[in-house]
C-alpha cells in the first residue's frame, strides 16, 4: 500500500555535504512511526546510520554522529538526511525504512515495514 522512493544521491568529493530523500505514498491513508536510513557498501552488510521516531527523537551510528542529521517533514511524508562533512567511507547506497501504520477500521491497526529501493552515494578522495 505504501511506496518509498529516495533521491539526492550522487557524486561528490570528501568534504562536501549532500541532502538525500525519502518520500512515501500510497493509496489509501496511512501514518509513519519510525523512519530511519540504512547503507549498504559493496561487499558489506546493510546497516543502519540515523533513526527518527514519531516524536521527532533521533539517534545516530558512532561514524556518521555528528555529522549527519536526520529529519521529517510529516505533511509531506518525506524524511530527510542532511549528510556533512563526507568521507569515502560514507559511499554506499542509503536505503529508506518505515514503520508504517495503517488502519482500515476503528478497531484494526496494522504496522507493516517498507523500503525504499536506494540511492548512491560516492564520495571520491
Known amino acids: 500500500q505504501v511506496q518509498l522512493v529516495e533521491s539526492g544521491g550522487g557524486l561528490v568529493q570528501a568534504g562536501c555535504s549532500l541532502r538525500v530523500s525519502c518520500s512515501a505514498s500510497?493509496?489509501?491513508?496511512?501514518?509513519?512511526?519510525?523512519m530511519a536510513w540504512f547503507r549498504q557498501a559493496p561487499g558489506n552488510q546493510r546497516e543502519s546510520v540515523a533513526v527518527?521516531?514519531?516524536?521527532?527523537?533521533?539517534n545516530y551510528a558512532d561514524s556518521v554522529k555528528g555529522r549527519f542529521s536526520i529529519s521529517r517533514d510529516n505533511a509531506k511524508n518525506t524524511m530527510y538526511l542532511q549528510m556533512n562533512s563526507l568521507k569515502p567511507e560514507d559511499t554506499a547506497v542509503y536505503y529508506c525504512?518505515?514503520?508504517?501504520?495503517?488502519?482500515?477500521?476503528?478497531?484494526?491497526?496494522?504496522?507493516?515495514?517498507?523500503w525504499g529501493q536506494g540511492t548512491q552515494v560516492t564520495v571520491s578522495s
Open positions: 525504512y518505515a514503520r508504517v501504520v495503517i488502519a482500515p477500521t476503528v478497531e484494526a491497526k496494522y504496522e507493516f515495514d517498507y
Open positions: 500510497g493509496r489509501r491513508k496511512f501514518s509513519i512511526a519510525n
Open positions: 527518527i521516531t514519531d516524536g521527532v527523537s533521533t
